[in-house]
């Protein structure tokens, strides 16, 4: 049978792509696999807004090498964000790969994919192939079972803001906003295959216009919150300048909207928000929270923040620090300055790596307490949760989300071979906490997230679970 393996690095919108790019594949007849050395086709769904990323992805590009040389039948294909930036030269650092598709090209992957399902064949997995070691998982990937739960769902596409810093909308284009007919449709697609959480994504998902009526983004999450069939719904990532009071509004009278608003700040110092190319002032920031806290007050607010971006003092990021000091953050992804080619802040003076590295640390160090503090207050309570599936560290555990984005374990309460994703809400009772996230001890399970549920025990650590996935 023709298979295909999706990797996906990267952003939520890189996540909707590989759901389309999956889609797509089992049109065509492919069935989707959880392993790269069982897929007949390849897929790296990759990301360039941080050096890391680049590197991480071409890793795996090499590392697929070998599959290639044991059978050259497999097609490796790129696609994403790095294959936009480098398609001129990635054949030549890679020469074994049979697609480069850019984020604008996703059509041209799918008939690519048609066209390949009939040289693949019942007995296409070679020995060679078949003993190879199994690698090790560099991103995440769309075949395992619980997966199909979360729907992501692109509303635009590329970004006008142009920051200095960013890649984006050279790789992916200015804005370009879908219309809200197709977005339902896609929702009502994904929603009767299952999704029970539906986010929607963007770069800059509050800044959506409906191109016809002119609908804005409290429109859209209305709408979409209103359909038949979705339980939860979220959205991802948000711009400062595009927050205002019926969106705020909106997010203090949609039931099932999840409680939880990323917005990302990146710097404290009106100076680095200046050469950032932000558009708003530190203080205009703290004002867009008062006003979000007004409407949600008990909702989790996580942000972006960039160390040792070209010109930041000691003084700049001293601001910085004293802004995570506060508290307000539940999270934030933090990440030391790294340059873009092609992006106007890549020709500025850097900042030593030794410098970036030890700001890096000292905020991590303020903002994990913020994030411990926000995790401590959930001990004692039950949350409701949606499962992702076993914990990668811990086999015998569950790992679910909370509403609010917060990762939470607990002993297995299934047999690993038989996962119950028609009962994928469990009611979790919040032993400890951690700054990565949360454990405890699952007491309910539910089919529906607005269904009371059935009382659960976990299965005792002394079965052989093992034995059970046979």
């Given at each position: ?98 697609g480069i598709f850019g984020p604008k090209d996703l059509a041209k992957l799918g ?360």
């Amino acid at each position: 049978m023709a298979t295909i393996y999706i990797e996906t690095h990267g952003c939520q919108m890189n996540e909707a792509d590989s759901q389309y790019i999956a889609r797509r594949a089992q049109s065509a007849g492919y069935a989707l696999c959880e392993k790269a050395e069982d897929a007949s086709v390849l897929v790296l769904n990759t990301c360039t807004v941080r050096d890391n990323a680049e590197r991480r992805a071409y890793g795996r590009i090499g590392s697929w090498k070998k599959l290639k040389a044991a059978d050259p039948a497999v097609k490796v294909v790129v696609a994403g964000c790095l294959a936009e930036q480098d398609k001129e030269r990635m054949g030549d650092i890679a020469p074994h790969i049979d697609g480069i598709f850019g984020p604008k090209d996703l059509a041209k992957l799918g008939d690519a994919l048609v066209a390949w399902r009939s040289e693949f064949t019942d007995d296409d997995l070679t020995e060679d192939r078949a003993l190879l070691v199994a690698m090790d998982n560099a991103g995440s990937g769309v075949s395992g079972p619980y997966d199909r739960l979360r729907a992501y769902v692109n509303v635009q596409r590329g970004c006008s803001y142009y920051c200095t810093y960013c890649i984006v909308p050279h790789v992916r284009g200015r804005f370009d906003h879908r219309a809200i007919g197709e977005i339902i449709a896609e929702v009502e697609r994904k929603v009767a295959a299952g999704a029970r959480e539906v986010t929607l994504v963007g770069q800059t998902v509050n800044a959506y216009k409906e191109p016809a009526s002119g609908a804005d983004f409290a429109d859209l999450l209305a709408t979409i919150a209103a359909l038949p069939g979705v339980e939860r719904l979220a959205f991802i990532t948000s711009h400062p300048n595009d927050f205002n009071e019926k969106l705020a509004r909106a997010f203090g009278s949609i039931p099932n909207l999840n409680p939880r608003f990323h917005l990302p700040v990146q710097s404290a110092s009106n100076p680095v928000l200046r050469k950032m190319n932000r558009k708003y002032t530190i203080e205009q920031y703290r004002e867009k929270i008062a006003l979000f806290r007004q409407f949600a007050p008990d909702w989790a607010l996580t942000t972006d923040i960039i160390v040792a971006f070209p010109s930041e003092t000691e003084d700049d990021f001293q601001t910085t620090l004293a802004l995570c000091e506060d508290g307000m953050f539940a999270q934030a992804y933090m990440f030391v300055y790294s340059q873009r080619r092609g992006t106007p802040a890549a020709h500025w003076e850097p900042i030593s790596n030794a410098i970036g590295q030890e700001r890096l640390m000292r905020l991590a160090a303020v903002v994990d307490r913020g994030v411990r503090a926000f995790h401590d207050r959930k001990i004692g309570t039950t949350v409701r949760a949606l499962i992702h599936g076993p914990s990668r560290k811990d086999q015998a555990m569950l790992s679910a989300k909370t509403l609010d984005n917060v990762t939470v374990v607990f002993p297995t309460i299934e047999d690993p071979s038989a996962p119950r994703i028609d009962e994928p809400w469990v009611d979790v009772q919040i032993d400890s906490a951690a700054v990565w996230g949360l454990r405890g001890s699952a007491v309910r399970r539910a089919a529906r997230f607005n269904d009371p549920g059935y009382a659960v025990q976990a299965i005792p650590q002394t079965l052989d679970l093992v034995s059970l996935a046979r």
